[in-house]
């Protein structure tokens, strides 16, 4: 089985600092794992995704991750904060059969003040 | 690419009566959607997995006669709600699996489309 946890429900940072949204993730095998970002009453759109190879991913928007086994963490971050991140953002991790389906974290809704 | 459409945005219906919402992926072919539920502030549940030519594979606790599924195309996948109660008020999103190569793997991508709101008086 697979799962996913999100710290954090709510993160709040000013425009220009660091962004860091925390997950941790639970798998029975080698995940490969998803970051996607949500705007109010739309879709998700894939930020990142670490599948194998190179642990430190980089997204669109400035967005990285970076995946630590020992850890189990697939941590979000952005150096600088701008106004239009703020959103709800979703780990996920895939399913450990071939099935590709996603199994979604809590969600993080981040809030960027001036 | 990988633009995935769904209609109605929004759709309100009397309690009762059946609503059907499409997912479309609009520059490629897609033989695998999936539906998904989300409840405000809530994360997404996985409704269905929705394969082009097949029966349609719900999750544990998903009423498969209330919630229809047909992927009749490789570009199109419905889900039907029939019947509908207030309580099935929520925000549909599907989601279009982009595969590449011969061998599919759990590494392809989902593509999501905008989402769907649903209000049943």
């Known amino acids: 089985a697979q799962s996913v946890t999100q710290l954090g429900s709510h993160v709040s940072v000013s425009e220009g600092a660091l962004v860091l949204l925390r997950c941790n993730y639970s798998?029975?095998?080698?995940?490969?794992l998803f970051w996607y970002v949500q705007y109010p009453n739309q879709g998700l759109q894939l930020l990142l995704k670490y599948t194998t190879g190179a642990t430190l991913v980089k997204g669109i928007n400035g967005f990285e991750a970076e995946f630590k086994k020992s850890e189990t963490s697939f941590h979000l971050t952005k150096p600088s904060a701008h106004m239009s991140d703020a959103a709800e953002y979703f780990c996920?991790?895939?399913?450990?059969?071939?099935?590709?389906?996603?199994?979604f974290g809590q969600g993080t809704t981040l809030q960027v003040k001036p | 690419g990988a633009v995935v459409s769904q209609h109605p945005s929004w759709v309100i219906c009397k309690s009762g009566t059946s609503v059907k919402i499409e997912c479309r992926s609009l520059?490629?072919?897609?033989?695998?959607m999936f539906w998904y539920r989300q409840f405000p502030k809530q994360s997404l549940m996985l409704m269905a997995t929705?394969?082009?030519?097949?029966?349609?594979?719900?999750e544990q606790g998903v009423e498969k006669d209330k919630f229809l599924i047909n992927h009749a195309s490789l570009t199109l996948s419905t889900l039907t709600v029939t019947s509908a109660h207030p309580e099935d008020s929520s925000f549909y999103i599907c989601s279009a699996r982009v595969q590449g190569g011969v061998v599919t793997t759990s590494t392809d991508t989902q593509y999501f489309g905008p989402g769907t709101r649903l209000t049943v008086l």
């Open positions: 996920a991790v895939s399913g450990s059969s071939n099935t590709g389906k996603l199994i």
């Open positions: 798998s029975s095998v080698p995940p490969y």
């Open positions: 929705s394969n082009e030519g097949s029966k349609a594979t719900y």
């Open positions: 520059d490629f072919q897609a033989t695998t």
